[in-house]
């Protein structure tokens, strides 16, 4: 690696921190985190706060080309009832496969940044890690799962970028190479925006990176 590639890697990891988007565990992540084109977590019904949240950050999310996928336990006529709160009417709903049944029956649905967020219902928390690695394998999506609960962990170390909250519990975050220090999503973009340029275009990046600071100095 040059010394320009190694001076973006760390500039991409400490600046996240600094400014409170997500803090990346090592800096592979940054390579990793350029390709996500899916972010997958769990509709957090029950906190209004967060599930605004959530819908505000997709707008961010598909301009930076992030397809969003929520999962849960309500059934589609429940979770759309939910969902339209805060959401709208932007979004689809499709009901998640018979517990008997393989995740290769999930109807095909448009799921692209383009296409409104898509709401995977009457979906067990035990079923998470199937659904990731059935957006992973026959979908060939790069999916951040942003876990919260313990009993996501599997989901989150089936997903390429293993993600979680900040305020998830130490278990969920142990199995995490990508936390957000937000619950706001659209931090994720910027996240990603400036990932891609460190992984691709180094010595644009540290430059950019640099002259704010060296504007500051002056």
């Given at each position: 690696m040059s010394f320009a590639e190694a001076a973006a890697m760390r500039l991409a990891t400490t600046d996240m921190e600094q400014e409170g988007s997500l803090f990346l565990s090592k800096e592979?992540?940054?390579h990793q985190?350029?390709?996500?084109?899916?972010?997958?977590?769990?509709?957090?019904?029950?906190?209004p706060k967060r599930l605004l949240l959530?819908?505000?950050?997709?707008?961010?999310?598909?301009?930076?080309?992030?397809?969003?996928v929520f999962f849960t336990q309500l059934s589609p006529g429940e979770a759309a009832q939910v969902a339209q709160a805060s959401f709208g009417n932007d979004f689809s709903v499709v009901a998640a496969p018979g517990v008997d049944e393989?995740?290769?029956?999930l109807p095909e649905v448009p799921l692209?940044?383009?296409?409104?967020p898509l709401i995977l219902a009457n979906l067990p928390r035990a079923r998470c890690e199937e659904a990731v690695r059935k957006l992973q394998g026959a979908a060939g999506h790069s999916v951040l799962y942003a876990g919260v609960d313990a009993d996501e962990t599997a989901a989150i170390s089936a997903a390429a970028i293993p993600g979680a909250f900040l305020c998830g519990n130490d278990e969920a975050?142990?199995?995490a190479d990508v936390v957000l220090l937000s619950?706001?999503?659209?931090c994720l973009a910027r996240a990603k925006h400036r990932c891609t340029l460190a992984a691709?275009?180094?010595l644009k990046f540290v430059f950019m990176s640099l002259l704010p600071r060296c504007c500051g100095e002056v």
């Open positions: 592979e992540m940054v985190l350029a390709t996500v084109d899916v972010l997958a977590m769990w509709l957090p019904s029950e906190d959530a819908a505000h950050g997709v707008g961010a999310l598909a301009a930076c080309k992030i397809a969003c393989s995740f290769t029956s692209s940044p383009t296409a409104p975050q142990s199995a619950d706001f999503t659209g691709r275009a180094p």
